[in-house]
């Protein structure tokens, strides 16, 4: 199974790279599909030296000339990705030894399996959108998985197909929150409707990396906690849950028939 990394960046280039180093020296990536919502030069030169430095990874770059959002930038990535599955890490997160392989394994073992997901936190500790935990099931390697309602957006990996199932992610939440939300249950939701099945890995933990809070701006820190907290976000994923959650595709991608 071929996997590309769809990374979306803004600035933070000490964090990106970290990250980026983590993923890729495991091997697991052949190419990643990097969209850049108008970083300034010098992080994006950083974190373009730090993609050139893998030889065997392919990179697809889009420069953006001002910030659409992670959710258009990740829709961007999604299109131009060309991996049988698609890994997802916001470009600030790190995993334990083996983690993405046993990601990859989960997907490539059998072919109704959608998604995967490590939480970025202890399970017993999640928020509610990755609570209700349905049934379990054991992997070959032995390793317990939980089939969650809600993908954890934090990391994930999906099979490409899934695109042309659930649709992309919708772009009118706002620059950082809530579309992860509601594509995870939609995602979820559509894929039970086709016989595919959506996991999440509850005895490997990813990581978020320390310095993630130093390196945001107070502005874009004050906009992902008002857009968070934003009462009517909530009540656009109940509407969108509600009308049986309608699939987005953006107009520059080709809608499946």
Excluded at 39 to 47: H, K, L, P, V, W
Aim: aromatic share 8%.
């Amino acid at each position: 199974m071929r996997v590309s990394l769809a990374l979306v960046t803004w600035n933070r280039p000490e964090i990106v790279v970290e990250s980026c180093r983590n993923v890729l020296e495991t091997g697991i990536v052949s190419e990643v599909v990097w969209v850049d919502n108008a970083s300034d030069d010098a992080a994006r030169e950083q974190i373009g030296e730090c993609l050139r430095s893998f030889k065997d990874v392919d990179v697809v770059a889009w420069r953006n000339t001002e910030n659409e959002g992670a959710a258009r930038g990740l829709n961007r990535a999604f299109s131009l990705c060309s991996g049988d599955a698609i890994l997802v890490t916001d470009g600030d997160i790190t995993y334990p030894p083996g983690g993405l392989a046993m990601m990859r394994d989960v997907l490539s073992s059998r072919p109704n399996r959608a998604a995967v997901s490590m939480y970025c936190f202890p399970p017993e500790t999640t928020t509610d959108r990755w609570q209700d935990v349905l049934e379990v099931d054991v992997l070959p390697s032995g390793q317990m998985t939980a089939i969650v309602k809600a993908i954890p957006m934090i990391s994930r990996m999906f099979r490409r197909s899934l695109l042309s199932v659930a649709g992309y992610m919708r772009e009118d939440f706002g620059l950082c929150e809530w579309d992860d939300v509601e594509w995870a249950y939609r995602a979820y939701h559509h894929a039970r409707e086709a016989g595919m099945a959506c996991y999440a890995i509850a005895s490997m933990q990813s990581t978020h990396l320390p310095d993630v809070g130093r390196v945001e701006s107070p502005e874009y820190k004050a906009a992902k906690k008002a857009e968070f907290s934003d009462p009517s976000k909530r009540r656009r994923v109940v509407e969108a849950r509600n009308a049986g959650w309608p699939k987005f595709f953006p107009s520059y991608v080709e809608r499946p028939q």
